[in-house]
């Protein structure tokens, strides 16, 4: 996928449905590259499907159906051409709860290579697995336990291994939902400044109910209501001089 605008993704009147209820309604929204857009409204928005059509993740459950377009790096997801494995290794997605996988930190780094090449060196993978934790910041810590089971690691740790397993496949988007929601305030510190120094080579787009959060590393934001787009700007824009008065209402606290 080769990108062909300053949009890393885009929708254009994007409808999806669980069975009968449409949980997204008409969403077009353009998410610049190499930026953190941060999705944020009260519970059952809209935010966690939206994040998840653009690695159509969605279409694990056979009774969501969608219509609608979805652009990523300029080529539509749904064109029929796309390829599920291919799509998902250029957009990473990092959830709630760190989900590593219950071997050692080492196999959960080279996990995704050895699905994708089965032919790749011990050695390139040696370099793939620093050079993964280098990036989140883990390799000074975990260098000498690589061999150790990743669920015996803490919370934060874990969390930024789900990212660093990401790192190797050289993915261009990042999906992050609610990724700080398990961790204490040092851990979500922690994952935040990652966010910000992974944001200058990858497209961030996070789910969150943090306000603070949201004004700390987000360079956009999009104000979602009953499936819908109802705002969508620069951070400071949105939180100071916010256009709809629902938008305001939310991030008053009036509801949410």
Known sequence: ????????????????????????????????????????????????TLLRCFNRINERYSYVSSTGEILILGKNLYDPDVSLIELRKSVGMVFQRPNPLPISIYEN?????????????????????EEALRQVELWDDLKDRL???????????QQKL??????????????MDEPCSALDVNGTLAIE?????????????????????ARRVSDERAFMMLGEIVEHSRTENLFLTPRDPRTADYIEGRYG
């Open 162 to 175: 789900c990212i660093a397993r990401l790192l190797p496949l050289k993915p261009r988007v990042i999906l």
């Open 109 to 129: 780094i080279v996990f995704g290579l050895r699905v994708h090449d089965a032919s790749v060196s011990r050695d390139d993978n040696d370099r793939a697995v």
């Open 193 to 213: 400044e990652l966010m910000l120094e992974l944001s200058e080579h990858y497209t961030i787009v996070v789910v969150t109910h943090n306000m603070a959060q």
């Open 147 to 157: 061999h150790v089971k990743a669920t015996s690691l803490q919370l934060e740790q």
């Open 1 to 48: 996928m080769n990108s062909v605008s300053e949009y890393s993704i885009e929708t254009r009147n994007l409808s999806l449905w669980y069975g009968s209820f449409q949980a997204l309604k008409n969403v077009s929204i353009s998410i610049l590259a190499s930026r953190i857009t941060a999705l944020i409204g009260p519970s059952g928005c809209g935010k966690t």
